[in-house]
């Protein structure tokens, strides 16, 4: 089977530990579990094996919880798949990302980290249950530098118990002092089945998060960084590529247990049981088809989060007809209310409309008319 889609997300389902926020498919590591996972993996990428991608993001869990024989099996799966320019992201934990494995990363393609810091404050680490200090951070930000890797992205959380606005500053400013062309930011929610969850922490309300989220944006837009996305911020124009082709609407793959994908005008996710992927790699907990109205939609909601917006183009391409000519009530109330800007190649939301995304989103789910 040959793929058309261009961008891959390889789910790596293990974690040294559980955190106390997380609700993530992940499992404890053993490396009997390890060694199962990779070769369903192998198996699971066969038919695509022809097909060169433009990017691959390696997630999870935490793909640096493997051990350094495995970290090498695992990477060693993709070098083949990148297309000349290929964006490959390997996501890290400040913790387990030694220097032996930031020389197989480099040494398998990857260009780019995405590194778990969410805070640099000892006492937040604790409380959410992360287990690097910030020590560990500056020395894999260093290590990573001095063996190439620059492209770097380094997520930030707010909204987390106990953390005051200056906490969530200096983490900030911390980021900033280090030079990394790339942040994303995660407001910490309480999910059910996570250990805080359980324990019924209460999340922090809607103003503060609101509060905490703004400042960001002052923050980290004032040292130079644009705020390209709803949640990422990026420097001399260093933004997430693989994100990029989520938030176009691009087609993508995903492998691993638990991974979503679409493709062929299908959403997928692959099975969460690890049991059933060892047995049968290819099965899936859902598959959604998913109507041109559907598809519409999602290319709205997923593009009017970034700044660029939607190109007026790419949509006529795949759907044969305007936007505005499918949302025009909502259209016109966002244009005139100064949220909402629709020039000759694209329709994008400004900062402040970008803030009540879902507003604009619930107007346009009500007025879809039939291309
Ligand atoms: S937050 Fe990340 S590192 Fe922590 S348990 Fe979840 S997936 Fe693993």
């Known amino acids: 089977m040959e793929s058309k889609a261009k961008s891959l997300y390889v789910h790596v389902p293990f974690c040294e530990h559980i955190c106390a926020y997380c609700d993530f498919m992940r499992v404890g590591y053993h490396p009997l579990l390890v060694k199962k996972y990779l070769d369903a993996l192998a198996k699971q990428l066969q038919p695509y094996k022809n097909d060169r991608f433009d990017t691959i993001y390696i997630g999870g869990g935490t793909p640096t919880a493997l051990h350094e024989d495995e970290f090498s099996s695992l990477l060693s799966l993709f070098t083949d798949l990148r297309s000349q320019q290929c964006e490959m992201t ?14 197989m990363a480099v040494h398998y393609g990857v260009n780019r ?18 287990k690097h200090q910030p020590a560990d951070v500056s020395q894999v930000i260093e290590l990573c530098i001095a063996h190439g890797l620059t492209n770097l992205s380094l997520d930030a959380m707010y909204g987390l118990p106990f953390q005051k606005m200056e906490d969530f500053e200096s983490t900030l400013e911390w980021m900033i002092a280090q030079n990394i062309p790339h942040i994303s930011l995660y407001a910490l929610t309480i999910e059910p089945n996570s250990a805080f969850g359980r324990q019924r922490i209460e999340p922090v309300d809607n103003e503060l998060e609101g509060q905490f989220y703004l400042r960001a944006i002052e923050i980290l837009t004032a040292a130079g960084y644009s705020h390209y996305e709803i949640s990422n911020f990026a420097k001399n124009d260093q933004m997430s590529q693989h994100n990029l082709a989520y938030w176009h609407y691009d087609d993508f793959v995903a ?12 959403r997928y996710t692959n099975t969460r049981n690890l049991e059933t992927y060892f047995n049968d790699e290819t099965a899936k907990d859902e598959r959604i088809e998913l109507s041109i109205e559907d598809e519409m939609f999602e290319t709205m909601m997923m593009g009017l989060r970034v700044k660029e917006g939607i190109s007026l183009t790419r949509f006529y391409q795949r759907y044969g007809v305007d936007p505005k000519d499918i949302y025009p009530k909502s259209v016109k109330k966002y244009s005139d209310r100064g949220w909402l800007r629709v020039d000759d190649t694209s329709i994008a939301l400004n900062e402040t409309g970008r803030q009540f995304l879902h507003d604009v989103l619930v107007d346009m789910m009500g007025e879809v008319i039939k291309p």
């Open 90 to 103: 390997l996501e890290a934990n400040p913790e387990n990302f030694s220097e032996e494995k930031i020389k």
């Open 113 to 130: 980290i995405s590194l778990g810091v969410q805070t640099t404050h000892p006492h937040l680490l604790k409380i959410i249950t992360r």
């Open 255 to 266: 492998l691993g247990p638990g991974g979503s994908g679409k493709e062929h005008h299908q």
